[in-house]
């Protein structure tokens, strides 16, 4: 597709239950990024790739929160347990590289709700 | 640690104005600073991106400056239209090995253009 592709676009889980949420970055796009973004709050950095690079993990607010990205090009944020605390929309996006030239572009999100 | 602070948070203005929307961060080791709008239940569009080296872009009714010395970005609009109603939010990519694999997001101006 021409741009970064989420889903689901929605997601309603009870608590304790577990999810993926996935995302196609551009075709070609060595970067890719996960950001989570509360109601009335900025985004918040989740977790980088780039590359075969080790991805970088900072942004990670738990250990029940991992990521994994396959063959450089889809990536699935994984959240064991639901909480939640853990309700907001999980933004995607991808960029060619991280250099200065290569601006992000964003997917839809997924918009997660725990019961 | 980058801060990224926009003001105002919201902004209502009548249509046909210009209007300038203020971001200003902590850190001026940056490689770029990227304008986004995001429209209700979307993810974010780029607008501007400009490189560290730049003192500003411009596309169509939009301009955007950076002072890098001072940290601060203008978001120009010229003959507002109801069409650009949004939230506006500013990201800078940090220069330092540590910062420069993640974008810090300011939490946002919300724009209602009024017909």
């Known amino acids: 597709g021409a741009g970064v592709s989420q889903s689901p676009s929605n997601k309603v889980t009870e608590k304790g239950k577990d999810v993926e949420l996935r995302c196609d970055p551009i075709?070609?796009?060595?970067?890719l990024y996960w950001y989570r973004q509360s109601l009335g709050q900025g985004l918040e950095f989740l977790i980088y790739f780039q590359g075969n690079s080790a991805p970088d993990k900072s942004g990670l607010p738990s250990d029940r929160f991992s990521a994994e990205r396959t063959g450089g090009s889809v990536s699935t944020l994984t959240i064991q347990r639901t909480q939640q605390e853990d309700s907001a929309v999980y933004l995607c996006a991808s960029s060619l590289d991280r250099g200065r030239s290569s601006p992000l572009h964003f997917g839809n999100g997924t918009r997660l709700t725990v019961t | 640690k980058q801060e990224v602070t926009q003001i105002p948070a919201a902004l209502s203005v009548p249509e046909g104005e210009n209007l300038v929307l203020n971001c200003s961060f902590t850190d001026s080791a940056i490689y770029n600073l990227q304008w986004f709008r995001q429209d209700p239940g979307k993810g974010l569009t780029s607008l501007l991106l400009?490189?560290?080296?730049?003192r500003e872009q411009t596309s169509g009714r939009l301009n955007a400056s950076l002072d890098k010395s001072s940290g601060r970005s203008t978001l120009y609009i010229a003959a507002s239209q109801p069409g650009d109603s949004a939230t506006y939010l500013c990201a800078v990519r940090g220069s330092s090995s540590g910062s420069a694999r993640q974008l810090t997001f300011g939490s946002g101006t919300q724009l209602t253009v009024l017909p």
């Open positions: 075709s070609g796009h060595t970067a």
């Open positions: 400009i490189q560290s080296s730049q």
